[in-house]
């Protein structure tokens, strides 16, 4: 069965990290881009981060860059995104999916490629103090 899934949420203080990860099961990561999106309730979908699991490109939201970083672990067919210095904002639940290596990691994530597939049930980070 072809699915990913999130994990490493939670509740944590502001400025405090966590770090979720995206496991593939039933398929490689071979020449796939692996987005990480959050939404929140009256919210759209935001793309947070996507990296390319064949060259290592990756692309962040404005609202993350330099407090996330996007990486994988092609051998364990993981993707994790590591986040710091933690805001009330960043609450939301988190998701990732999978996307064939058709475009750039900015056009897939910029707008949520409609190809993205595979998406995770989702895990829900919470920063509150």
């Not at 995104?81 to 009330?88: A, E, H």
């Not at 595979?118 to 895990?123: E, L, Y």
Request: aromatic share 10%; hydrophobic share 30%.
């Amino acid at each position: 069965q072809v699915q990913l899934v999130e994990s490493g949420g939670g509740l944590v203080q502001p400025g405090g990290s966590l770090r979720l990860s995206c496991a593939a099961s039933g398929f490689t990561l071979d020449y796939t881009i692996i987005g990480w999106f959050r939404q929140t309730p009256g919210k759209e979908r935001e793309g947070v981060s996507c990296i390319s699991n064949s060259d290592g490109s990756t692309y962040y939201a404005d609202s993350v860059k330099g407090r996330f970083t996007i990486s994988r672990d092609n051998a364990k067919s993981t993707v994790y995104l590591q986040m710091n210095s933690l805001k009330p904002e960043d609450t939301a639940v988190y998701y990732c999916a999978s996307l064939p290596l058709i475009t750039t990691v900015q056009a897939a994530c910029v707008r949520t490629h409609p190809d993205f597939r595979s998406w995770g049930q989702g895990t829900e980070v919470t920063v509150s103090s």
